[in-house]
C-alpha cells in the first residue's frame, strides 16, 4: 500500500527540526453512537489528548516551532494572545518542560476579576503574566500593536538582565508553525496502514478553524500524500472568510516551499464556512452548546465551546442538510481547547440548561 509517493513524503517530514513534547500518535477513535444516529461513519483524531497540559493543536506547532528557541539557548519564551488562550497555556507548559520561563501579554474587554480556565493554569504554571484591558472598539491585534513598546521593553530588561528571549506570534502563523499539521496527516496516514485502511477511506476531515493555520498544514499535507479527502473548516469567527481563504492560500504555497515540493493550490481547494459562528467567537451558539451536548451524552467525549462546539456544529448540520451525504465516512479532527469549559459565564449550567 505504501508507494514511493509516502516514502518521499514521510522522508521530508522526518528531517525538520522537532522537539518531541507531545504524547504522539494521538487516538483515532470511531464515533459508534453518532455514525449511527446520523448514518455516517464518523471518527475523531484527538488532539485533545496530545498531553502538553489539557492538550490542543498549538502543542504540535510548539514541537516544530520551539527547536529555534533551544537552538538559540533561550531563557524566555514571550507571546501574546486573549486572557483565555489556549495558545499561551500549550506555550507556557511546553516552556516548563524545556525550562524556560514563559512571559505573557494577555488582552480581553475586562480585566478578570478571577482566575478561571487557562489563565488559571497559565498562573498555576508559573509565567509571568501582563493583563491589559482592550480600548473601547479595539481588537487585541491592534492593543498589542499598541502596547509594542511595553513587550519590547520587558525583553529588554530580561535579555540585559538574565537572558535569552524568544517572542513567538500566537498560533505560530508560518511555515514552521503549519508544517505540524503536515506531519499530523503522515502521523494519520501511518495509523491508518496499521488499520489496513488509506487516507482515501475517508470523504471528509473536518477541523475548526482559527488562523488558518491548522487548515493549512491539513490541506499541504492531503496533497503531500496524495489524497482526494476534502478538508472542511469550520471558523469560530476570529476573521472574515475572505482574509481567512487568502491566509490559507498563501499559507500553502509557503509551506510547499518550505518542504521543497510543488504542488498547485487553488480557491477551489478550500471548503471552509463561517456559519456556525453565532454572536461570536466567545459566545456560544444554541447549536453549539447542543453539539457538545450530543457528543459528551453519546460518546463521552467533550468539545470546547470556542472552536470544537462550533465546528461539530456546523458538521452535525451539514450531514443533516445533505452537504456531507449520508453514508460519507468522516473524520473530525479534535484541535482540544477544553479549559474553556472551565473559563466563564457562558458557559456554565445556565447556557446549558441544566
Ligand atoms: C487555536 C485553536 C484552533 C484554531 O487553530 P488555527 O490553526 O489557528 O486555525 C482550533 N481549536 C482550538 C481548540 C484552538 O485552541
Redesign the pocket.
Known amino acids: 500500500m505504501r508507494d514511493n509517493t509516502y516514502l518521499k513524503a514521510f522522508e521530508k517530514l522526518e528531517k525538520i527540526p522537532r522537539v518531541k513534547l507531545a504524547f504522539l500518535p494521538t487516538p483515532l477513535q470511531k464515533l459508534e453512537r453518532i455514525s449511527q444516529l446520523y448514518g455516517v461513519e464518523m471518527y475523531m483524531k484527538r488532539d485533545d489528548l496530545t498531553g502538553i497540559e489539557f492538550g490542543?493543536?498549538?502543542t504540535r506547532k510548539l514541537e516544530f516551532t520551539l527547536p529555534e528557541a533551544v537552538k538559540n539557548k533561550a531563557k524566555y519564551l514571550v507571546t501574546g494572545a486573549a486572557f483565555q488562550s489556549?495558545?499561551c497555556r500549550q506555550t507556557i507548559a511546553c516552556g516548563n518542560r524545556l525550562g524556560m520561563k514563559t512571559v505573557l501579554f494577555l488582552y480581553g474587554p475586562e480585566i478578570p476579576q478571577k482566575y478561571k480556565g487557562n489563565l488559571l493554569l497559565d498562573k498555576v504554571m508559573g509565567a509571568e503574566i501582563h493583563l491589559n484591558k482592550l480600548q473601547q472598539g479595539e481588537s487585541i491585534p491592534k492593543a498589542m500593536q499598541r502596547t509594542k513598546e511595553n513587550v519590547n521593553e520587558r525583553i529588554k530588561e530580561l535579555e540585559e538582565k538574565d537572558g535569552e528571549c524568544y517572542y513567538i506570534e500566537v498560533?505560530a502563523p508560518f511555515p514552521r508553525g503549519h508544517v505540524a499539521y503536515v506531519y499530523a496527516v503522515g502521523e494519520l496516514v501511518r495509523q491508518l496502514e496499521e488499520k489496513g485502511m488509506m487516507l482515501n477511506y475517508f470523504d471528509y476531515i473536518v477541523t475548526?478553524?482559527?488562523?488558518?493555520?491548522?487548515?493549512t498544514g491539513l490541506l499541504v499535507g492531503k496533497k503531500l500524500f496524495n489524497s482526494t479527502v476534502k478538508i472542511y473548516g469550520f471558523s469560530a469567527g476570529f476573521m472574515p472568510i475572505e482574509t481567512l481563504k487568502k491566509r490559507i492560500l498563501k499559507g500553502a504555497e509557503e509551506t510547499a516551499e518550505f518542504l521543497k515540493v510543488t504542488m498547485p493550490f487553488s480557491k477551489e481547494d478550500i471548503y471552509i464556512s463561517e456559519d456556525y459562528v453565532g454572536k461570536g467567537y466567545d459566545v456560544p451558539s444554541k447549536e453549539e452548546v447542543g453539539a457538545i451536548k450530543q457528543i459528551a451524552q453519546k460518546e463521552a467525549v467533550f468539545l470546547?465551546p470556542v472552536?470544537?462546539g462550533k465546528a461539530m456544529a456546523g458538521l452535525l448540520d451539514f450531514i443533516k442538510i445533505d452537504r456531507i451525504p449520508k453514508g460519507s465516512k468522516v473524520l473530525f479532527w479534535h484541535?482540544?481547547?477544553l479549559p474553556a469549559l472551565f473559563s466563564g459565564e457562558e458557559i456554565t449550567g445556565s447556557i446549558y440548561g441544566l
Do not use: F, L
Not at 208 to 215: D, K, V
Open positions: 490542543g493543536n498549538k489556549n495558545w498560533g475548526a478553524i482559527g488562523t488558518g493555520g491548522t487548515y470546547d472552536y470544537t484541535t482540544g481547547g
